[in-house]
């Protein structure tokens, strides 16, 4: 379950919130119990979000940036959808998958987001975008001047801007995920210690490994 309270709808004073409540789980549903959106995840992101209703409305006015935005929504959703592969949300990559194929994006370029790097199915314009998506999220926004010339090849300056505010944001919205553990990233850590069979007495590794 998350790691912070989800709030239930009986709670809730403010109309956005409220909007929401109704538009992604139905007017009759409490989302902080009956879990499930009409997009067929857990819900709990909103219901988490809304601890904090002036963090809540910052987060959904994101979302609207794409209703104006003049970067092509396929290239804005392959980046989104590396991000969260890199950052390693489940969620994220989800949701952007799936969002790249209601775009029409083919299943062979989808399947291969996770290994870009060696497959033959993207554009040199969309390579471009994983590369500078690699390049954010995971160098910390340091981009070889090679990629970004690309990139300036093929998209003007704005959508440069946009392409790099959406995939920033959606890193940030990775990250959350995975640290309140929301969605699809509510999981425990993978990574941890083998214990040894009971009964085992352990050896001095370095030791042993040392030729010591």
């Known amino acids: 379950m998350p790691r912070l309270r989800e709030v239930p709808r009986a709670e809730v004073t403010d109309p956005k919130i409220l909007f929401f409540y109704d538009r992604l789980f139905g007017p009759d549903k409490d ?28 987060a959904v006015r994101g979302f609207a940036l794409y209703r104006n935005a003049s970067l092509d929504p396929l290239l804005r959703e392959l ?21 790249m194929r209601s775009l029409g994006m083919p299943e062979d ?6 290994h870009w790097q060696v497959s033959d199915a993207f554009t040199p314009l969309e390579r471009a975008v994983l590369a500078y998506t690699d390049g954010l999220v995971l160098d910390g926004g340091r981009v070889p001047d090679e990629v970004f010339d690309v990139l300036r090849g ?9 392409l790099t505010y959406i995939t920033c944001m959606y890193d940030m919205h990775a990250t959350i995920c995975r640290a309140l553990r929301l969605e699809f990233d509510d999981i425990p850590e993978r990574v941890t210690e083998v214990q040894i069979p009971e009964g085992v007495e352990v050896a001095d590794l370095s030791a042993d490994l040392s030729g010591e």
Do not use: N
């Open 31 to 58: 989302p902080a119990v009956d879990h499930g959106t009409i997009h067929a995840t857990p819900g709990d992101w909103w219901t988490v979000f809304a601890q904090s209703p002036e963090v809540f409305r910052h």
């Open 154 to 162: 093929h998209l003007s300056d704005p959508e440069i801007m946009e």
């Open 109 to 114: 370029k989808i399947a291969a987001v996770a």
């Open 79 to 99: 980046g989104q959808g590396r991000a969260g592969y890199a950052r390693g949300s489940q969620f994220v990559f989800s949701q952007h998958c799936k969002q």
